[in-house]
């Protein structure tokens, strides 16, 4: 694969600081959803080495929790620079396992070291606090405490930004953590923690585990030693962890699906908002989870914004994500494929028209045309459900209230964006949506200083920004009697 460090693809899990494969010499293949080429393969571990790793994050723990803030952040900070001087092979691991076009691999390094270089930062700030007394001989203070083993369940669509999210927040609070990859991604987790194995952090700190989702997603969401779960991906395996992690009582951290509608008021500038809609939708081929999934127009300038946004996504370059000015990769794999051909299918036969696209691309394989279907109605599944691929749907609305009311009909609450050049307008609307994060003017709203996170059926918690370290600490509060009551 042309790796200027072919020492970072590793095909064996990190646990406890050794280089391990499974037991039973079980693996799975990592394949390119590009060539449908198998990449490599790593192991299938079983449930006792799951087990094992979460033994070597608690065995890990009681010295990494009593370095100062300091020293941790010293290593997240060497991790950090490991990340960046390998950087672009990082991106090149991306872009085979995903599939998305290089350039955006570089970003997603980029987006996810930064969460790396914000938690060394944050890891210094774990205040307390003294609280005034309601009594003239106790002093009431509050200390912050790491929470322990942390486990960490990270999807394919941001392979790397995913788990350092997670991990670095983890690390800076004083927990250890053990992380499971996806199937289809787990070389860029295992390049991660070869680096963080150059970067010195000691051996069970962070370790890596392959393997079945449901053998080693029941160990770490029951294990009692586990006290944390952070979790990306669907609302469906959402629940069953949070189900499965009830009798232990584990901290939870749920980042889940979304289905962001992303609204044009007619005040609009029309040209920013198709740019912005371009951004929102096709980054990572529209699989991600802020991907804006429905297109709500002003009815004055419906037809327009259709007319131009067609022409933008018409002229999208699709391709194999190494190829020179290619836009859109394929997709994940042949059931994301089929899931969006019937989508689509199930749309127009309900009286969505296709503008641009409609299905398989020439190239074949996960590769899929962008597509641009208009007059979709809210009863369509296509309305309903996260779409997860290179598809914009577009629905009019007549005044302000119909916007929000039809953005709000969701199950769904994690991003919402929309463009109006009224400032109060855009607090209404913004006050009004119901979701975790609201882009007003822009198409972008993901940043490791921002608290990224859902409401509803996108699940609860907050990553990145100070919220995302607090997600790690627990709170002890302290009344010190001092003698004089
Ligand atoms: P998924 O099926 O839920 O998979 C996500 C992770 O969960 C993978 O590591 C997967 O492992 C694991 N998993 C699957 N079944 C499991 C089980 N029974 N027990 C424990 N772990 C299990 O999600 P996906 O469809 O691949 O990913 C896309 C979803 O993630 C979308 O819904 C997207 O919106 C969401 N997402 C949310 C955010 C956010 O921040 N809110 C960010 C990115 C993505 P295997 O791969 O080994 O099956």
Redesign the pocket.
């Given at each position: 694969m042309n790796l200027n460090d072919p020492s970072l693809l590793r095909s064996r899990c990190y646990v406890g600081g050794h280089w391990v494969s499974a037991a039973s010499g079980k693996f799975f293949p990592v394949v390119n959803p590009a060539s449908g080429e198998e990449i490599a393969r790593v192991p299938a571990l079983a449930a006792d080495e799951a087990r094992q790793a979460i033994e070597a994050a608690a065995s890990a723990l009681p010295v990494w929790q009593k370095r100062t803030a300091e020293e941790r952040a010293e290593f997240l900070k060497r991790w950090h620079r490991q990340i960046l001087e390998n950087r672009e092979d990082l991106a090149r691991i991306v872009t085979l396992e995903n599939g998305k076009p290089f350039a955006e691999a570089l970003g997603e390094v980029d987006y996810g070291a930064g969460f790396v270089d914000w938690f060394a930062g944050e890891a210094l700030r774990a205040y307390g606090e003294t609280i005034p007394s309601p009594w003239p001989g106790r002093r009431i203070l509050t200390f912050k405490q790491p929470v322990g083993v942390c486990a960490a369940?990270?999807?394919?669509?941001?392979p790397l930004a995913?788990l350092t999210?997670k991990c670095a927040a983890a690390l800076a609070a004083g927990c250890t953590a053990v992380a499971?990859?996806?199937?289809?991604?787990p070389l860029t987790a295992l390049a991660l923690a070869e680096l963080a194995e150059r970067a010195g952090i000691p051996a069970g700190v962070v370790n890596v585990i392959?393997?079945?989702?449901?053998v080693?997603?029941?160990e770490?969401?029951t294990h009692p030693k586990v006290r944390k779960l952070s979790?990306?991906?669907?609302?469906?395996?959402?629940r069953?962890?949070m189900a499965?992690a009830a009798p232990t009582l584990k901290r939870l951290s749920?980042?889940?699906?979304?289905n962001a509608p992303f609204l044009v008021f007619a005040d609009a500038d029309l040209k920013a908002a198709l740019s912005g809609a371009m951004l929102a939708k096709f980054r990572n081929g529209g699989?991600?989870?802020?991907?804006a999934n429905r297109f709500l127009v002003q009815k004055e300038v419906y037809e327009e914004f259709a007319a131009e946004l067609a022409q933008r996504i018409a002229a999208l370059k699709v391709g194999p994500g190494f190829e020179a000015g290619v836009q859109v990769g394929p997709l994940?794999h042949a059931k994301a494929v089929a899931k969006i051909e019937a989508l689509i299918a199930e749309a127009v036969a309900q009286g969505a028209q296709v503008v641009t696209g409609g299905g398989r691309h020439l190239l074949g394989g996960n590769f899929f045309q962008p597509t641009l279907l208009k007059d979709v109605s809210p009863r369509m599944r296509i309305f309903a459900e996260?779409i997860?691929g290179p598809v914009a749907i577009l629905t009019a609305f007549t005044d302000d209230e119909e916007a929000i009311a039809l953005a709000n009909a969701s199950e769904y609450g994690?991003a919402a964006y929309f463009y109006t050049q009224d400032l109060k307008r855009a607090l209404r609307v913004a006050e009004a949506l119901e979701c975790g994060m609201v882009g007003v003017n822009v198409g972008r709203v993901s940043t490791p200083v921002a608290p990224?996170?859902?409401i509803k059926q996108?699940?609860f918690g907050r990553?990145g920004s100070k919220y995302g370290l607090e997600e790690y600490l627990e709170i002890k509060y302290l009344c010190l009697g001092v003698g004089e009551e």
């Open positions: 369940i990270t999807p394919w669509n941001f995913m999210r499971k990859p996806a199937a289809e991604t392959t393997g079945p989702a449901e080693l997603g029941t770490l969401a979790f990306t991906g669907s609302t469906r395996v959402g069953l962890l499965q749920l980042e889940l699906g979304g699989q991600s989870c802020v991907a994940i996260e997860f994690l990224f996170g859902g996108s699940g990553e």
